[in-house]
């Protein structure tokens, strides 16, 4: 049979025929043409990040804008966390913190109650010889809460160990910054919340300066998320119930002054009188 007698449905379109479907055309692969094939890079990370430790911190002007990075003291934000002198010393301060002056009147305190209430026998009830007994309403109160003192001792050492913790448990979590200065004149709570809230706090700040400033603590008053405290006034109540810390950078030395891990060195003197005599003590 002739190609032309063919049927239309076994009919193929020959290449030089207009019929014929175009196929898409094909790119050149990238190794033809003399070109070579580059690969996509990662997204490189920043120097300073890739190389930033939890105690490389930011640092921020008077303005909240950042203006590098600041370097924490290691002996005071890079120890290993204790957890268990961390809890005793948080329960310490809960309960350094109670009043204990619940009262409760005893039954030789109530007023009243001299006179038996009723005869002792014929009337069928209990034989009371007192309406202020702990049995009758209106009486006293038996084992009741008595004045008393919930203070715990704890020594030093262990308290400064629990505060370096807590410090280092936020500097792990990269919640610790740290600003130059303030360029506020006047209390103004709207330039301290726009100084934080340019710094990243964006839940709870706790504001760690190195002295008293009393136009810092009035623009600070008003935000109820924000505390202003003393270097040497950091406990570890303030620093659990806020989320960021904000350290000043004139308070950083007096916080490594006073917590730090690495006790000062003392200069002994040595007697003169006699050879072998040992230290003073």
């Known amino acids: 049979m002739a190609d032309d007698e063919a049927p239309v449905g076994a009919r193929r379109a020959s290449p030089s025929s207009g019929r014929a479907r175009r196929s898409a055309p094909t790119l050149p692969s990238p190794t033809e043409g003399g070109g070579e094939a580059k690969p996509r890079r990662a997204p490189r990370k920043k120097a300073e990040e890739a190389d930033e430790g939890p105690l490389s911190v930011p640092a921020f002007d008077a303005n909240g804008e950042r203006s590098g990075r600041a370097q924490?003291?290691?002996?005071?934000?890079?120890?290993?966390?204790?957890?268990?002198?961390?809890?005793?010393?948080?329960v310490r301060q809960l309960a350094n913190a109670r009043q204990g002056t619940s009262k409760t009147k005893r039954r030789g305190?109530?007023?009243?109650?001299?006179?038996?209430?009723y005869r002792q026998k014929g009337t069928g009830r209990a034989r009371h010889g007192s309406n202020r007994e702990p049995s009758m309403v209106g009486g006293g109160t038996v084992f009741g809460p008595q004045p008393r003192s919930y203070v715990q001792r704890m020594p030093r050492k262990m308290r400064r160990?629990?505060?370096?913790?807590?410090?280092?448990?936020?500097?792990?979590?990269?919640?610790?910054?740290?600003?130059?200065?303030?360029?506020?004149?006047?209390?103004r709570t709207k330039v301290m919340e726009d100084l934080l809230r340019a710094v990243g706090i964006s839940e709870t700040g706790l504001l760690v300066l190195p002295a008293p400033n009393d136009v810092i603590a009035r623009s600070a008053g008003n935000l109820p998320w924000a505390k202003v405290?003393?270097?040497?006034?950091?406990?570890l109540y303030d620093i659990f119930t806020h989320d960021q810390l904000v350290i000043a950078r004139d308070a950083l030395g007096q916080i490594e002054e006073a917590f730090s891990s690495i006790p000062p060195t003392r200069t002994r003197g040595r007697r003169e009188e006699g050879p072998g005599e040992g230290d003073l003590k």
């Open 229 to 235: 405290i003393l270097a040497h006034n950091l406990n």
């Open 109 to 117: 305190e109530v007023a009243g109650g001299g006179a038996k209430p």
């Open 72 to 90: 924490l003291p290691e002996s005071v934000f890079g120890q290993e966390p204790n957890m268990a002198v961390m809890h005793q010393a948080y």
């Open 161 to 187: 160990l629990a505060l370096r913790s807590a410090l280092s448990v936020k500097a792990g979590e990269r919640k610790v910054s740290v600003l130059e200065g303030f360029d506020i004149e006047e209390p």
